[in-house]
């Protein structure tokens, strides 16, 4: 429902050019680019094949397209756990340390003037919040969704979510409907002593499992 991405090698090596000692030192994210730029290899300055770093092009910075987009800052893997983990504990400050995280990293990739301003101040950190309510959302919908559970609950837990419902509401009528058409197909094969429902769901189960689409969904 939610997708999730973390930064990916090229990503990086793009932008551990552009990162200064000084981010690098307040950001968590300093461990990913660190462990870029320790695997680099190292170039012989006087080699006339070695090609000029990005940022010493006579192509301005400012005028340069973003290295990474919003949604991808977003959706690592670090960042969604650490921003979850805030609002689950009901923990602001926790929450406007991220936020200063992300600030930093978004500027560093370049990121537009109306990205940043989505992600500053008290209204980017009322935006921050709803994207962690989002994927806990998401996060709990999964596991009520794998185990037949009713969602009613935790709809009731994140009312303003009307988007997510929809969406949750439409998987679970997808998922019940090729149950019934599966236990359809089992009580005609005149199996006995078989709940034929529960036979159905847990090959529904085992077939999201095996097949890989569970992982596609919670991703």
Request: net charge negative; hydrophobic share 40%.
């Amino acid at each position: 429902m939610v997708p999730k991405r973390s930064f990916n090698a090229v990503a990086f090596k793009r932008i551990y050019r552009l990162v200064s000692p000084n981010i690098l030192k307040c950001s968590l994210y300093a461990s990913f680019f660190i462990g870029v730029t320790a695997c680099q290899p190292q170039q012989n300055s006087n080699d006339p094949n070695v090609t000029s770093p990005l940022h010493t092009s006579s192509q301005p910075v400012e005028s340069l397209p973003p290295l990474l987009t919003l949604d991808e800052l977003l959706n690592t893997d670090d960042f969604q756990m650490g921003i979850k983990q805030s609002v689950l504990n009901d923990d602001q400050a926790s929450l406007r340390d991220w936020q200063q995280q992300l600030l930093a990293v978004a500027k560093e990739v370049r990121l537009s003037e109306r990205d940043l301003a989505r992600i500053s101040g008290e209204q980017g950190l009322v935006f921050i919040e709803f994207e962690a309510k989002k994927q806990l959302f998401h996060d709990e919908f999964i596991e009520q969704f794998m185990n037949f559970e009713n969602i009613d609950d935790l709809i009731q837990k994140y009312p303003y979510l009307s988007g997510l419902h929809q969406r949750a509401l439409s998987l679970l009528n997808a998922r019940d409907t090729a149950i019934q058409r599966a236990a359809k197909l089992l009580s005609d094969d005149g199996l006995q002593g078989v709940d034929y429902t529960q036979e159905a769901r847990a090959q529904w189960k085992a077939y999201m499992i095996n097949s890989g689409k569970l992982e596609e969904l919670k991703n």
